[in-house]
């Protein structure tokens, strides 16, 4: 072989091999823009497809457990509550005149301490009662609570905000908006139905039927 053939066939291998090694490192970043992609996707928000539906937002930051109270009595089939803690006597005093008229009452609330003396008054006023606790995570001084403040009536109007139905609540600045929508209402009962069940998206937090 001469030396200008033997240089050919050197330079002809160095050219493969740098060009499979470009092929690998592509593969690679191919494979690694998949997997961010797959990512990105699960992130994604799916929004509802757009419809013809009326959407109203009302917001209140005053007299705001007199506008609960409103809404919830104009339930008519069911409502499904979570809040993070339930200590209002009246509120309670209300779900009672629900079920009376044979609404079927969710409620799910933190185990929290805040909440341990209105468990078993609950329990008389709804069907069912589920208590959520969620394991320390992070800063091991704070318990993690299952902190939602929303109710969703019938399936079309949710009154959600930074209320919860306790005692000391009507004293704070807080506020709710309401929304009525059957799509929004989807979303938050889809939400309600993810902690009310436990499937294992939310394999971290164990649930508890305080009926049994």
């Given at each position: 072989m001469g030396l200008v053939t033997w240089l050919r066939s050197k330079l002809s291998l160095r050219k493969?091999?740098?060009e499979e090694s470009t092929i690998q490192l592509l593969r690679k970043e191919i494979e690694k823009l998949k997997e961010?992609?797959?990512a990105l996707k699960e992130k994604i928000i799916v929004l509802p497809e757009k419809n013809?539906?009326?959407?109203?937002?009302?917001?209140?930051?005053?007299?705001?457990?007199?506008?609960?109270i409103k809404n919830i009595r104009?339930?008519?089939?069911?409502?499904?509550?979570?809040?993070?803690?339930f200590t209002s006597e009246i509120l309670m005093d209300e779900l009672r005149?629900?079920?009376?008229?044979?609404?079927n009452i969710k409620v799910i609330i933190s185990e929290a301490k805040e909440n341990n003396k209105s468990i078993y008054k609950l329990i008389d006023v709804c069907n069912k009662l589920k208590t959520v606790v969620i394991p320390k995570r992070g800063n091991k001084s704070y318990s993690?609570?299952?902190?939602?403040?929303?109710?969703?009536?019938?399936?079309?109007?949710?009154?959600?905000?930074?209320?919860?139905?306790?005692?000391n609540a009507k004293y704070n600045l807080e506020h709710v908006?309401?929304?009525?929508?059957?799509?929004?209402?989807?979303?938050?009962?889809?939400?309600?139905?993810?902690?009310?069940?436990?499937?294992?998206?939310y394999s971290d937090y164990e649930i508890y039927d305080k009926l049994g």
């Open positions: 493969n091999s740098s961010e992609n797959v013809n539906e009326k959407i109203i937002v009302t917001f209140f930051d005053e007299n705001i457990e007199e506008i609960i104009e339930t008519k089939e069911e409502i499904c509550i979570a809040v993070a803690w005149d629900l079920k009376r008229r044979g609404i993690n609570l299952m902190h939602n403040k929303y109710c969703i009536i019938d399936n079309k109007k949710v009154i959600d905000g930074s209320y919860n139905w306790s005692k908006i309401v929304i009525k929508s059957r799509t929004v209402a989807k979303m938050y009962k889809n939400s309600f139905e993810k902690i009310y069940n436990n499937p294992e998206y």
